[in-house]
């Protein structure tokens, strides 16, 4: 059982800058695939970012080049560093753990993962 608690949202203007970090219980973090999915008002969640166990990371289009996935297996910790956000980044932002392999590419898709934060708001003004 994994448990996940995000942080670090809140209100920021366009070009701006917020690092979301994701504490997760359990001794057995560092063997799980960790994403980051958001989900704006009225559409579906999506994927935004992933990283294995030996920091090999992939990000959707949309965020790649401004958005950097990490994580520190000792501290248990992932975190989302978000640099020049757009209004279109405003979502509510969600930490989640999947245990398939990375070969298997499943990091993409929401239904494959196990275990989910609670979520924290990301407002982007423009």
């Known amino acids: 059982q994994v448990q996940l608690v995000e942080s670090g949202g809140g209100l920021v203007q366009a070009g701006g800058s917020l690092r979301l970090s994701c504490a997760a219980s359990g001794r057995t973090f560092s063997r799980y695939v960790m994403g980051w999915f958001r989900q704006a008002p009225g559409k579906e969640r999506e994927f935004v970012a992933a990283?294995?166990?030996?920091?090999?990371?992939t990000y959707a289009d949309s965020v790649k080049g401004r958005f950097t996935i990490s994580r520190d297996n000792v501290k248990n910790t992932v975190y989302l560093q978000m640099n020049s956000l757009k209004p279109e980044d405003t979502a509510v932002y969600y930490c989640a753990a999947q245990g398939h392999p990375w070969y298997s590419g499943r990091y993409y898709y929401k239904e494959e993962y196990d275990y989910w934060g609670q979520g924290t708001q990301v407002t982007v003004s423009s």
């Open positions: 990283i294995n166990w030996s920091r090999s990371s």
